[in-house]
């Protein structure tokens, strides 16, 4: 399932700043809010990972196609309008408005590569993702992005 998911992004004709979102969705699980907040400071890399920081949990990613998306999106965003939001809307002549895309505008780039998909959609599948792959309440919630376990129950109780 997740490899159909990768490989429609993976072969999709969107642009660069289209597809470094979609990534970003379907391997963080992120809120719209998260997504709109997301600065290329937000990032870390090494050879061979890059590290989405949000507000309150941080994502590894490891695939290389993902990294090289992400963090050369990050590094236009950079050099073109330093401090501007990872993915933000653009102006007819492709510069940067310096703010960031709506919920609204960012669910219709996912529908165009995942027709019928919203952010939740994905969000809820990264959860359910997390939830098989660890049994410690502390890793599920640092993962989520979660301060307390009664937020937890919200997940785990479905």
């Not at 490899?3 to 379907?26: F, G, H, W």
């Not at 995942?114 to 502390?138: A, H, T």
């Amino acid at each position: 399932m997740f490899e159909n998911i990768y490989n429609s992004v993976k072969t999709s004709t969107c642009s660069p700043r289209d597809k470094a979102l979609l990534y970003v969705i379907i391997f963080c699980g992120p809120k719209a809010k998260e997504l709109q907040y997301l600065k290329p400071e937000h990032l870390s890399a090494d050879e061979d990972s890059i590290t989405i920081n949000f507000e309150n949990r941080s994502i590894k990613i490891e695939d290389v196609g993902a990294r090289f998306a992400i963090s050369n999106w990050a590094y236009t965003v950079n050099q073109q309008s330093f401090g501007c939001p990872i993915f933000s809307s653009t102006r007819k002549n492709g510069a940067f408005t310096r703010k960031p895309l709506s919920a609204v505008y960012m669910n219709k780039i996912l529908r165009e590569v995942f027709p019928g998909k919203n952010i939740r959609d994905f969000r809820r599948d990264f959860i359910d993702k997390v939830l098989k792959e660890n049994d410690c309440k502390k890793t599920i919630k640092q993962q989520i992005g979660l301060g307390s376990d009664s937020a937890l129950l919200h997940y785990t109780s479905s």
